[in-house]
Structure formats: C-alpha cells, structure tokens
C-alpha cells in the first residue's frame, strides 16, 4: 500500500511569488490535513479538507488555501510568499479523521529567500 | 480540538534503559494519539488509545491513559539509539471532526 506522497520534496521560492504544494493521500483515505512545522512555532495545523470540502481551518492568513479533489489529492497554495513562510510543510491522511491514526507524507521544505 | 503538552520538553537516557513520556490535556476527550518524528522528517503514528481504554501495547511501546487525570504516559522500553526522535501527543475531543493539534512534544536522545 503506497503511503503518503508529497510533493515537491523541496522548494526554493523568492519572497512575493506563489507556490503549490501537492498531498496524495493513501488510496481510501478522505481526510487530509496539512501541518507547517518551523523552529520557532513548531507543528501547525493549517487546514484539513473532506470529501472536497474543508472541515477545519487553523490560524493562518487567508495567503494560506488549499483545495481537495474528487480523488481525494489534496493541493495548497501560498501566495504572496515571505521570508517567515520558510518551512516544512506536512500532509497527513486519515480515512475519516476523528477516531483514526493519521499517516504522514515526508513533508516539502519551502525554503523563501 | 485542543493541544496536548508533553513532558519533559527533553529527555536523555541510554541504551537499554526505559524512556517515560507524559501527556497532559484538558478537556475530555474521545482518544489521544501518540507520534514520532525522526529529525526533520514526517510524523509517525503510534498509538491510538480511546477514551475508554486504560492501557495499550504495541511491541516496545505501552500507552496509558488516565480521564481523571488528563493525562496519557508513553513508555519506551529497552531503548535504542533508534528511538532517538521527537515524541508528540495529540488530543481528539469531540468537537475535533479531523485535525490534531500538537504540542511541543518531548525530544528523546538514546546515547549507545
């Protein structure tokens, strides 16, 4: 069973553009949720998407959005990008979210520069 | 949902010895699930445990939980260089459809 796949495994970005990062879930999983994780404010949750819609949403700027297809992919895209953006952002899956272990993808290092 | 938080923040012990992790929370919940993170890498899951279990195993690993405490305690026994990584506990309250919040965690270093 494939598991999380993220990609691209690394970025670097220049401050004001706009990047997409993409999650395939494990094959069955509805829910996807995605984490940015730095140094300083450790592991975020930004939003999570189900059956196409999103279902909980963290506390980032509305530069931060994401959108889940009908297979279930899920993207997110940042815009406007800037320095403190520079992380490691994490996709994780789950077949419904609540009551379930989510499994993890290997993360994208967005470095901003 | 709300953020589980771990203690200690670090942890360092050697190879062979017992590593113990705690977890605290605040409301009720319906489960509390533990992670790993190898150094900058994704999250593993665990262990699951519901709110109506008081004690889970899964190979080296044993999860308690306490609802009348709020708290959940990771043990790792017989550790390895291995098990060096950043442990994590995450919280799922009814009001929680899908998301983890995490906390800190606890950063384990098993010295050979």
């Known amino acids: 069973k494939a598991g999380v796949t993220q990609t691209p495994r690394y970025l670097i970005k220049t401050r004001g553009q706009q990047v997409t990062l993409s999650c395939s879930p494990i094959?069955?999983?509805?829910?996807v949720s995605w984490y940015q994780q730095t140094p300083g404010q450790g592991l975020q949750f930004l939003f999570e998407?189900?059956?196409?819609?999103?279902?909980n949403k963290g506390n980032f700027p509305g530069r931060f959005s994401g959108r889940q297809f009908s297979n279930s992919r899920s993207e997110m895209n940042v815009s406007t990008l800037e320095l403190g953006d520079s992380a490691l952002y994490l996709c994780?899956?789950?077949?419904?979210?609540?009551?379930?272990?989510?499994?993890f993808g290997s993360g994208t290092r967005l470095t901003v520069v | 949902s709300q953020q589980g938080e771990e203690d200690p923040q670090a942890l360092s012990i050697q190879e062979g010895e017992n590593a113990t992790m705690n977890c605290s929370y605040k409301t009720s919940i319906n489960n509390l699930q533990w992670y790993r993170q190898n150094s900058g890498r994704g999250l593993v899951h665990l262990i699951l445990i519901r709110s109506n279990e008081r004690e889970k195993h899964s190979g080296r690993l044993r999860v308690t939980l306490d609802t009348s405490k709020k708290s959940s305690s990771l043990l790792i026994t017989a550790s390895r260089a291995a098990d060096t990584a950043s442990y994590f506990c995450?919280?799922?309250?009814?009001?929680?459809?899908?998301?983890?919040?995490f906390g800190k965690g606890t950063k384990l270093s098993v010295k050979p």
């Open positions: 994780a899956s789950s077949p419904y979210g609540q009551g379930y272990g989510y499994t």
């Open positions: 995450a919280p799922q309250d009814g009001g929680s459809q899908g998301n983890l919040i």
């Open positions: 998407y189900f059956s196409e819609t999103q279902r």
């Open positions: 094959s069955g999983h509805r829910s």
